[in-house]
């Protein structure tokens, strides 16, 4: 088994940034690739950024590309997501995942879930 913990989520004013990070422990953490995934009230699920076990792979969402860096520390057994000019938009419940294989957008695909990080952006 794997366990995340998301922590790092808050209230932030629009055009400023946030940190978010996933513990992760439980099974050998470096051969999982993982994701950050958000979901805001009334809507699904929805992909962000994926992360290759290595660090060297990684894949944006079109809609936070430029603006959110996804990164792991293998040693520390946690990732993050810097999220940089935040927008009102922006405001969801904020999950981290891990799945046994190839970095992916979809939801089905990973195996293991945190309980998210509530994100507020104010205008």
């Known amino acids: 088994q794997v366990q995340l913990v998301e922590s790092g989520g808050g209230e932030v004013q629009a055009g400023g940034s946030l940190r978010l990070s996933c513990e992760i422990s439980g099974r050998t953490f470096k051969t999982y690739s993982l994701g950050w995934f958000r979901q805001a009230p009334g809507k699904e699920r929805e992909f962000l950024a994926t992360i290759s076990w290595s660090g060297s792979i990684t894949f944006y969402a079109d809609s936070v590309k430029g603006r959110f860096t996804i990164s792991r520390d293998n040693v520390k057994n946690t990732m993050y997501l810097q999220m940089n000019n935040v927008d009102p938009e922006d405001t969801a419940l904020y999950y981290c995942?891990?799945?046994?294989?190839?970095?992916?957008?979809?939801?089905?695909?990973?195996?293991?879930w945190g309980q998210g990080t509530q994100v507020t952006v104010s205008s």
């Open positions: 995942a891990a799945r046994e294989g190839p970095t992916s957008e979809y939801v089905g695909r990973y195996d293991f």
